[in-house]
């Protein structure tokens, strides 16, 4: 029951951010929500989404049983991009709780990437040479159904700077490394304060020289990059480098691309990855569509992955066939920069494999 401890964090998260002296804007307002305010008002009751949505009362009942294995968890500007009334919307598909998780599959288990492995100290992820992954907070600003870390013990992880402290020593004695990726959850839930005290002290660690940040808060609450993040993001002595993650051109709407536009004129490398998945993304038209709406908004793609096999998300599993198959047909459609890797992550390899 480890996600309802997240939820129950993500609300603790949210309401730290909530100073009583703080008004919500009125509709009329011309003061944009702040993110931390859009994490509050996201939509949690599958009752709520149905009613916004005008979605087929049949699948709610299924629907409240499978967010409580996993709550729903989604913020009102990324239900704006969604189209009413369509079940099969490719970002709905993305965040709806359905019948078919409660259901289980051969070779899908609660851990599918050996994370329970490579953990080396709390928050600390090594499983590549030259790069280490921390694991800043348990909490996202969205929950995305097929996630491989629908399952993660995110209760145990460090939550004050002090609790860190470990893990910055292990990064410090290793001279090998020269890159700490911020992941999660998602690190952007952190606050612009704790996230400057993180840098200096990974920037204070002398062979680092990359600051990578893997993070799905610009394209679920494009607010989220804000003058604060850009300041520290440019103030660091590291090389700072965004991964997005975007699995759909709709989901980069005008908002999204004011956004990325602010990171990239920073001159912060960003890079995209997306995970395969069956009624999101697995038709040619729609890969080719992302890849290109990326590219003009100066997003690299990276990574396609090949879905991690986590309890609950057989349901969007693509075969590698025919991943392989859509992989080639881009290649036809798009400049060789704009094709992405189609990688699998195996437990114990040494690197993301290629399919
Ligand atoms: C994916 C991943 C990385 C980063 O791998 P790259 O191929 O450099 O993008 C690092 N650590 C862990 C644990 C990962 O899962
Ligand atoms: S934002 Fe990333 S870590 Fe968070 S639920 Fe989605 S896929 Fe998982």
Redesign the pocket.
Known sequence: MELRIVSQEAENVASRFSRPSLTLPSAKSPVAPSWQQSIRHAVRAPDELWRLLSLPASLLPAARRASELFPLFAPREYIARMRPGDPDDPLLRQVLPLGDELESADGFTADPVGDAAAACGPGLLRKYRTRALLITTGV?A???RY?F?RHYPYDELPRSLDEWEPALAEIAADATLDEVILS???PLMLTDGRLTELAERLAAIPHLTRLRMHT?LPIVIPARVCDALIGWLRGTRLAPIVVI?ANHAAELDGEVAAALAKLADAGIVLLNQSVLLRGVNDEADALTDLSRRLVDLRVMPYYLHQLDRVAGAAHFEVSPDRGRKLIEELRTRLPGYAVPRYVQEVPGAESKTPM
Do not use: K, S, T, V
Request: glycine share 18%; net charge positive; hydrophobic share 10%.
């Open positions: 996202c969205i929950h995305c996630c870390r999660g959850g998602d799905r993650h």
